[in-house]
């Protein structure tokens, strides 16, 4: 079935440090990928997508490259924030599925 | 555009009391959502509206939960004679449906029953 499988957390960086968030997905087909964020007491908001291969989404200083050979939508940042703690889900998103599927989320905290 | 909304934000019940929450989605959009999300995991999907037709309903949705948009704006989701299992956070979110479910959500109704 379709799934998505991120790095556990929680992951601790200092600021200004270099980020990854590893997401691989299981699907059939082009599914469109995404990366949401949760910050503490609020809903979820959309980071970035990317709707097929070899496409990089990219927001607020995030990127995130669809690799469809490897099945991965690896989320990066060259510089991380104090404010950029939160949590992060990567999640897909089929036409024949009509549904969004979320992995279990990655928990980031930034030290000063 | 004032994003989605939820109500309540918090609600705490005893078991076997029946609640309900109400989502306001984004006013053109016409898909909404309603996800429960339990802590440490991601939003698992419970149920999804097309303007007023409920379009599908997820294995998680017991016999006990029913959801409405009755006319094809806000949506309310009940709970009867919950359970402590119920406890979760629900959310609610809402797209405009144009080929890619691009989905906004609200900042959920925290449910906790005693």
């Known amino acids: 079935g379709n799934s998505v499988t991120q790095m556990e957390g929680p992951v601790t960086l200092s600021e200004e440090a270099f980020l990854t968030i590893n997401c691989t997905y299981t699907?059939?087909?082009?599914?469109?990928l995404f990366w949401y964020v949760q910050y503490p007491g609020e809903g979820l908001q959309l980071l970035l997508k990317?709707?097929?291969?070899?496409d990089k989404g990219s927001n607020k200083g995030f990127e995130a490259t669809y690799r469809k050979e490897t099945t991965s939508f690896h989320l990066e940042k060259g510089s991380v924030q104090v404010s950029d703690s939160a949590v992060y889900f990567c999640?897909?998103?089929?036409?024949?599925?009509?549904?969004?599927?979320f992995g279990p989320g990655t928990s980031l905290s930034v030290i000063p | 555009d004032t994003g989605v909304s939820q109500d309540p934000r918090h609600k705490i019940t005893k078991r076997g009391q029946n609640v309900t929450f109400r989502c306001d989605p984004i006013?053109?959009?016409?898909?909404l959502y309603w996800y429960r999300q339990t802590l440490g995991q991601g939003p698992e999907f419970l149920t999804y509206?097309?303007?007023?037709?409920?379009?599908?309903k997820s294995r998680l949705l017991s016999d006990r939960f029913s959801a409405e948009r009755p006319k094809g704006s806000f949506s309310t989701l009940e709970i009867q004679r919950t359970e402590q299992g119920d406890s979760a956070m629900y959310l609610c979110?809402?797209?405009?449906?144009?080929?890619?479910?691009?989905?906004?959500f609200g900042p959920g109704t925290r449910l906790t029953v005693t």
């Open positions: 999640a897909l998103w089929k036409t024949s599925y009509d549904k969004v599927i």
């Open positions: 699907a059939t087909g082009y599914p469109s």
């Open positions: 990317a709707t097929k291969a070899d």
């Open positions: 006013s053109e959009h016409n898909r």
């Open positions: 509206f097309q303007n007023e037709a409920q379009l599908e």
């Open positions: 979110a809402s797209a405009l449906w144009t080929g890619v479910d691009e989905q906004y």
